[in-house]
T-cell receptor, first 111, second 117 residues
Framework: QKEVEQNSGPLSVPEGAIASLNCTYSDRVSQSFFWYRQYSGKSPELIMSIYSNGDKEDGRFTAQLNKASQYVSLLIRDSQPSDSATYLCAVNTPGYSTLTFGKGTMLLVSP | DVKVTQSSRYLVKRTGEKVFLECVQDMDHENMFWYRQDPGLGLRLIYFSYDVKMKEKGDIPEGYSVSREKKERFSLILESASTNQTSMYLC????????????????FGPGTRLTVT
């Protein structure tokens, strides 16, 4: 059974710090990886996708993928209180029609 | 930008009622999905569809059915609403795998918070 694991948190960081969110997945052949941000009471919003090993940067966000370790992470630089949300990791595995989601990590950024 | 819309943000229904949740996407996506999300349980897939009139059961299809008569529209039906179906319902659609650079990117609608009393 495919699994995506995330620490539920909350992860608390001060404003301006780097927040590091981590995700591991069980199926070695997984190929596509996604990070969603979900504010309380709202729907998930896609913020990053990554398909190759290494880093992918978009503004204050950096996604990191290590397929050998089956590990994907999201770094948020210069964290802001508005980044406080739950971050969901999702994985696509060939042969499966649906994404597998982790349960999310809650991030709290304090002013 | 992809846009996925859902017919209602909030809905209150009585036990035993038949409930229709509508979802529309404007990006000509083939794949569409219905999830429910409950505290501590994460996202759970109810049904998905990969083409018009095609549907597949997800992890928790019991008590639900779906309809996809047009490519842009995917409906979730609660045949006889029960209190344990009180939840946030999320519709999503997904880019096809052949689209380079954005394979399998999945976009969610705003959600419908359903309360069954």
């Amino acid at each position: 059974q495919k699994e995506v694991e995330q620490n539920s948190g909350p992860l608390s960081v001060p404003e301006g710090a780097i927040a590091s969110l981590n995700c591991t997945y069980s199926d070695r052949v997984s190929q596509s990886f996604f990070w969603y941000r979900q504010y309380s009471g709202k729907s998930p919003e896609l913020i990053m996708s990554i398909y190759s090993n290494g880093d992918k940067e978009d503004g204050r966000f950096t996604a990191q993928l290590n397929k050998a370790s089956q590990y994907v992470s999201l770094l948020i630089r210069d964290s802001q209180p508005s980044d406080s949300a739950t971050y969901l990791c999702a994985v696509n595995t060939p042969g499966y029609s649906t994404l597998t989601f982790g349960k999310g990590t809650m991030l709290l950024v304090s002013p | 930008d992809v846009k996925v819309t859902q017919s209602s943000r909030y809905l209150v229904k009585r036990t035993g009622e038949k409930v229709f949740l509508e979802c529309v996407q404007d990006m000509d996506h083939e794949n569409m999905f219905w999830y429910r999300q409950d505290p501590g349980l994460g996202l759970r897939l109810i049904y998905f569809s990969y083409d018009v009139k095609m549907k597949e059961k997800g992890d928790i299809p019991e008590g639900y059915s779906v309809s996809r008569e047009k490519k842009e529209r995917f409906s979730l039906i609660l045949e006889s609403a029960s209190t344990n179906q009180t939840s946030m319902y999320l519709c999503a659609s997904r880019t096809p795998s052949r689209k380079a650079g954005s394979s399998y990117e999945q976009y969610f609608g705003p959600g419908t918070r359903l309360t069954v009393t």
